[in-house]
């Protein structure tokens, strides 16, 4: 039993057979702030995660860069993957002439993620591999669209056209270029922030329950 399609993939690449591998998606816990705040002024994009190479955070900033003269805010929201990393990207920040531009937020507790991420407009997510990708479906509970490499379980996580949308390449000029365009698209940007938060209720633990039942008392007979 696997939590995604990408995952049974990689259990498939140990030898054992498709047909012997059940997906049933994750559950997920969403603490929904008391009050949903509004959303900033100007149009806001957030990364969340463990600030890692794997992560994307890289990435992240040099899709920042891009868009560093247009009217737009960056937020980092999670801690370093390790120390020595964390001035590695600090040092990044400082020599990419961003450090005006983003707010580093560190690690936060359940509550101020999700008033962060209902105050942001745009999840993005580079992310070079993830066994399913929790937080787009974190910030889609929020009504917040996922921009997202189209990389293992992230292809899971995100509906595209739905919940948010993968770029063309996995590259951070193409990750601005999506962010540019749903910018200018508040049309299609509204109706991918009502998909999210329809594609976000999908998952919840008494369906996974449900389903993990089921397949045991299949296998019992």
């Known amino acids: 039993m696997t939590g995604s399609a990408s995952a049974k993939e990689e259990v498939e690449k140990l030898g054992i057979p ?23 002024k100007i149009f806001t994009l957030v990364f969340l995660g463990v600030l890692s190479k794997d992560k994307g955070i890289e990435n992240a ?7 560093k ?4 805010q960056f937020w980092v929201v999670g801690k370093p993957e390790t120390k020595e990393y964390g001035e590695k990207i600090k040092n990044l920040v400082k020599r990419l002439d961003l450090k005006e531009k ?60 739905k919940s948010g949308v993968f770029c ?4 951070p000029e193409d990750l601005a270029e ?22 976000s209720r999908e998952f919840s633990w008494d369906k996974s329950s449900d389903l993990s039942r089921k397949l045991i008392n299949e296998i019992l007979g």
């Not at 999506?178 to 594609?199: H, P, R």
């Open 178 to 199: 999506s962010v540019l365009e749903l910018s200018k698209d508040w049309e299609k940007y509204e109706k991918l922030s009502k998909g999210a938060f329809l594609w």
């Open 102 to 161: 983003i707010k580093f937020f560190g690690f936060v507790s359940q509550k101020e993620k999700f008033e962060l991420l209902s105050r942001s407009h745009l999840l993005i997510n580079p992310s070079a591999r993830e066994g399913w990708g929790l937080v787009n479906i974190e910030a889609n509970s929020m009504g917040v669209p996922v921009v997202a490499y189209k990389s293992a379980g992230l292809v899971d996580s995100v509906n595209d056209g």
């Open 69 to 72: 003269d247009y009217k737009f």
């Open 18 to 40: 498709g047909n012997k591998i059940t997906v049933i998606p994750h559950g997920v816990v969403l603490e929904k702030p008391k009050i949903i705040s509004a959303k900033e």
């Open 168 to 171: 063309d390449k996995n590259s």
């Open 61 to 67: 900033l040099a899709c920042f860069l891009k868009l």
